[in-house]
């Protein structure tokens, strides 16, 4: 089985300041993607950024970069020059987990909601 | 591109009422999923379909039933609502079941069961 957890239900951070939103992990795969997804109020799911338990380099996405410590099952989302806009919930999710049927199941955390300061 | 798109939006009904959730998608992706998502709870998956033809349960499949009319079309019907089943449901699918395919969602719905 495999377990998203994310421990800051809420995060405020000042506008123009970095954020950094905790994510752990827990599967027996070896092989595994890690998935940060975006919530605004308006109630969508938007993809942020991906990173596979094999790549070397931490993945970045304009102001998004994800901290991947794979020994400690970590793979924080830092959120560079906070905009008022990024205010939201984040997700964060796994991929892995062959089923019975051979197919890899997507977990997701319960969220931690952001809140940019003016 | 419209992507994923879910009806209706909104609903309400009473316990023990039947409705159908529907979900299309136009990027020609192999896999849907169904999630419900529930405060503190995350998004939990329902069921899932890898390819046109297939389902499978999810964490939480009681109380639901799917249909993958084709590879555009996935719909989840709830044949006897319950109060529990109150939650916002999101329809997604992804191009495959690969480690780095993520998922595409459509806008939800917002059921409430009184």
């Known amino acids: 089985a495999q377990k998203i957890t994310q421990t800051q239900p809420g995060m405020f951070v000042q506008e123009k300041e970095a954020v950094t939103l905790d994510c752990t992990y827990d599967t027996s795969d070896q092989s595994y993607g890690l998935f940060w997804y975006k919530q605004p109020s308006s109630g969508e799911m938007i993809f942020l950024i991906y990173?596979?338990?094999?790549?070397?380099q931490n993945a970045t996405e304009g102001r998004y970069s994800l901290n991947f410590q794979k020994a400690r099952k970590s793979a924080n989302l830092v959120i560079s020059a906070s905009q008022l806009g990024d205010s939201a919930m984040y997700f964060c999710a796994m991929r892995g987990s062959f089923s019975s049927g051979g197919y890899q199941k997507v977990t997701f955390g319960t969220g931690t909601k952001l809140q940019v300061i003016p | 591109n419209a992507g994923v798109t879910q009806t209706p939006k909104f609903q309400v009904l009473k316990t023990g009422q039947s409705m159908t959730l529907q979900c299309a998608q136009d990027?020609?992706?192999?896999?849907m999923y169904w999630y419900r998502q529930d405060p503190g709870m995350g998004l939990r998956l329902i069921y899932y379909?890898?390819?046109?033809?297939?389902?499978d349960k999810g964490e939480v499949p009681n109380g639901y039933n799917v249909s993958r009319l084709n590879k555009r079309e996935f719909s989840l019907r709830l044949e006897s609502a319950a109060p529990s089943q109150t939650s916002v449901y999101f329809c997604a699918s992804s191009e495959g079941a690969g480690l780095n395919s993520p998922l595409h969602f459509g806008n939800g719905t917002r059921l409430t069961v009184t």
């Open positions: 990173q596979g338990s094999y790549d070397e």
């Open positions: 990027m020609n992706h192999n896999s």
């Open positions: 379909s890898a390819s046109e033809g297939t389902t």
